[in-house]
């Protein structure tokens, strides 16, 4: 009997620390899925309570390239701002945000007036996730599905044009025209997106432009660890974005003026922002 009692102890012994075993491994799993889930909330909780606040934007594209000098002075200027990102992202202070934020802040140096935002997110997928995941929006038409895009049949550059149409209220709304031109430069360790926004005003901003540009960088997350190898399953995003009203007899009479216009747009390119961001992480999470 002692013998039997022994063994089945035994049994039940070893039976308990597979049992415990398991429950390290699954603990484990909860952990690094509730960590994944904390990262992805914090991305999506200020967007999903911004779109309670949401105020309708559409857009429609503009047919054809109509002149095409525009374009190519934009494309060249890209070149020129893609030899100065290093420059320019040491120059900044990236101070890490969550959810990804487009807050432009009122700036004048040198006589310029200009209105930049800087921000630096950790996104909770791997670097292949996040650059097809930007490059599908980026780089591809705005009225498209993303969700039928074929990362490998984007081009490196992109040309629209569209109209903007931004309802501040029921009774009230604007309209710009935008000509924009998008590129990427894929490098060793990380990935370059510049785009260049040239933005007219309608209406009653009729004589009013901005000029604005962006670079975004993304590279793999570098995590200090015990072993060298491990490859972090996060990416680091920064992007700064720098925008200069320009117009017919803009002076400093006219600040209140354009502050609305820069404002209007800002608001409206915070929409798209987020629908971009949005949009990126619906591709990269239906690839998982």
Known sequence: MFSAWRACAARQLERRMQAEQQQKVLRAQVVDKARLLHQMTLLLEERLHSNQQDVPISIEMISGAGDPVPFKRM????????????????????????????????KEKDGVLYYDSADRIVLPYSFEQTVDGLSTVIMSSPDVDYTTVKVEDLKDTLKIKYQVKYQLSKTENVSFRVHGTAKKWREKHRLVFLWQCYTEGLGEFEGLHSNETTWMVTRPLVEKTKRSSDQSCSTVLESYTRLIPTGIGLTSACDDSV??????????????????????????????
């Open 75 to 106: 494309l060249v200027e890209l070149d020129v701002a893609y030899l100065r990102t290093d420059d320019m992202l040491n120059l900044l202070e990236l101070k890490p945000v969550k959810p990804a934020l487009y807050n432009l802040t009122r």
């Open 259 to 288: 502050d609305r216009f820069v404002n209007i747009v800002a608001r409206s390119g915070e929409e798209e922002f987020n629908q971009m961001m949005q949009m990126m992480e619906t591709v990269m999470t239906s690839d998982q």
